[in-house]
């Protein structure tokens, strides 16, 4: 945890329109337990529109919702042998389809949404409504995981300068968004995403490090070769530059995509009062200090400094 408030100011709206004129989007991830992926699915297409279609026995696509397109899937590759050769799994599909089952008590389902426009977030909490009432339960914490609530965010520009600039300010505010989405609890701090190397962060704050994304690549593979991490860049930079990070991560698994992936919140539909909207809303402490400058060199300077006066103290 960072030993230095950082202080921010209320979060202003996030901007709506990236800047070659299209509307930024966000997609949706929310795992959860109980129903059948079949099941979610069909109370999806039943609630939102649309119709519900076979992928495999544990993948289901929901088509032409008034939110677009989702998909209701077990969320372990090992039972979708068809959608991942990557793996070179021997499953065929009658074992993947039994696997699925015998392991569908404990391992989550995930919705995954088409990108919405941002503008549209709210609506959301509608289909978490729906999945509710179709059993869909779970508290955050789950085993030795999270079940976790993912925004798939556009940058608003598709360049080195914004990515780090992104990258600076979830720095930043990232051990308060830790601490608020912990609410306290000790188990749900252990299920979250491993916090980034304590070297890494401080070569990415010092105000002089704005890297072009070829040096911006390297940097975050050398000391962050994982999925796992709060602001997930893999998928970001597996866009940007493909064979880069296949070359260092040839099995991990990674969607080329040009969004921030944000996966440190959790997912609460046992509780008929969780919304997504106050995840966003953190998530816009990010969006309002990587849109300026001065801050993000003048604070980051103040936290090396700390951590700086610290190791002397000590």
């Known amino acids: 945890m960072n030993d230095i408030a950082i202080e921010a100011d209320a979060p202003s709206p996030t901007i709506l329109i990236a800047t070659d004129g299209s509307l930024r989007r966000v997609g949706i991830e929310i795992e959860f337990l109980g129903p059948h992926a079949r099941a979610a699915a069909q109370a999806l297409a039943d609630d939102l529109g649309g119709s519900c279609e076979v992928e495999d026995p544990h993948a289901f696509k929901v088509s032409g919702t008034r939110l677009g397109n989702l998909l209701i899937e077990t969320d372990l590759r090992h039972v979708h042998p068809d ?137 975050y593979l050398a000391a962050n070769p994982t999925r796992k991490r709060a602001l997930d860049l ?49 998530w816009l402490l990010v969006e309002h200090l990587a849109m300026n400058p001065v801050q993000l060199a003048e604070k980051g300077q103040a936290l090396l400094d700390h951590w700086a006066a610290q190791k002397n103290y000590h």
């Open 83 to 219: 959608r991942h050769p990557e793996l070179g799994l021997w499953l065929n599909r009658r074992v993947a389809a039994w696997l699925g089952t015998a392991v569908s008590p404990f391992v989550p389902r995930e919705l995954i949404t088409a990108p919405i426009p941002i503008a549209r977030l709210p609506e959301m909490d509608g289909v978490v409504a729906s999945l509710r009432a179709a059993g869909a339960r779970g508290r955050g914490a789950v085993l030795w995981d999270s079940l976790g609530l993912h925004f798939n965010i556009d940058p608003p520009r598709l360049d080195a300068a914004t990515v780090t600039a992104f990258l600076k300010a979830f720095l930043l505010v990232g051990d308060q968004l830790r601490q608020e989405i912990a609410c306290g609890s000790a188990r749900r701090v252990l299920v979250l995403p491993p916090d980034y190397p304590q070297a890494y962060k401080r070569r990415v704050l010092d105000p002089d490090y704005w890297p072009d994304l070829t040096q911006l690549t390297e940097d």
């Open 234 to 282: 893999l998928p970001l930079l597996t866009h940007f530059d493909e064979e880069r990070v296949r070359s260092v991560l040839p099995h991990e698994k990674i969607g080329s995509r040009p969004v921030f992936h944000y996966r440190l919140p959790q997912a609460h539909l046992s509780d008929p009062a969780w919304s997504i909207m106050p995840d966003w809303e953190r």
